[in-house]
């Protein structure tokens, strides 16, 4: 049992590049979310959706692009990066928008 | 302003002592609160979750407190093992939508 698989696990990135982080649930859920988390900070939210087609922006959305083509995909698009946005991004899944969240492994990017 | 806090020093305790780790909250009215534990490099597990009008959950060695008059809750550790050692996350949602607000967690360390 999968649950959130999120790839790649570590990346560095130039200043003013690009990077998509995929985020992929096995568990059917409609919920999924991103999220950053900075050291000695709680997780912000990014973006998250209800489902496939819906999208919604969370508390920290600028510099920061999310899609939601599937139930299964929420990948998270960074364009232009900058080194504010070094950090560690989890992607999260659950099956009801109040319950338990299910988050993946993380994905360290560092912005140089 | 609103907030959501742990304790960010570290919490030492003996093993087989009762850990107790608090989250307390300021201007938000939160509908439910989560508590999640995270270990380095891996993403939140989440453990319990307690509505506003529950005042006590369990689940076998943990056990969760709501105090909505006090603006907090209490997570227990009972018999505490060194395999318990991890930072502890709370998070509340308010009524209105699920997007859960993070505090910053507590290193929970528990001795031999």
């Known amino acids: 049992n999968a649950g959130v698989t999120q790839t790649p696990k570590f990346r560095i990135l130039k200043i003013g590049q690009s990077m998509t982080l995929q985020c992929a649930q096995d568990?059917?859920?409609?919920?999924m979310y991103w999220y950053r988390q900075d050291p000695g900070m709680g997780l912000k939210l990014i973006y998250y959706?209800?489902?496939?087609?819906?999208?919604d922006k969370g508390e920290v959305p600028n510099g920061y692009n999310v899609s939601r083509s599937t139930t299964e995909d929420f990948p998270l698009r960074l364009e232009l990066a900058a080194p504010s946005q070094t950090s560690v991004y989890f992607c999260?899944?659950?099956?009801?928008?109040?319950?338990?969240?299910?988050f993946g492994d993380g994905t360290r990017l560092s912005i140089l | 302003s609103q907030k959501i806090e742990q304790n960010s020093e570290a919490l030492n305790i003996q093993e087989g002592k009762t850990a107790t780790l608090t989250c307390n909250y300021t201007?938000?009215?939160?509908?439910?609160l989560q508590w999640y534990r995270q270990d380095p490099g891996r993403g939140p597990v989440f453990l319990l979750l307690?509505?506003?009008n529950e005042k006590e959950k369990r689940k076998e060695r943990l056990k969760v407190t709501f105090d909505t008059t006090l603006k907090q809750s209490l997570f227990h550790i009972t018999a505490s093992q060194p395999a318990d050692s991890a930072t502890y996350l709370c998070?509340?949602?308010?009524?209105?939508?699920?997007?859960?607000?993070w505090g910053a967690g507590t290193k929970l360390i528990i001795k031999p």
């Open positions: 999260a899944s659950s099956y009801e928008g109040v319950g338990p969240q299910h």
């Open positions: 568990m059917n859920h409609n919920y």
């Open positions: 959706s209800v489902g496939a087609g819906i999208t």
């Open positions: 201007n938000y009215s939160p509908a439910y």
């Open positions: 307690i509505r506003e």
């Open positions: 998070a509340l949602a308010e009524d209105s939508n699920y997007q859960l607000i």
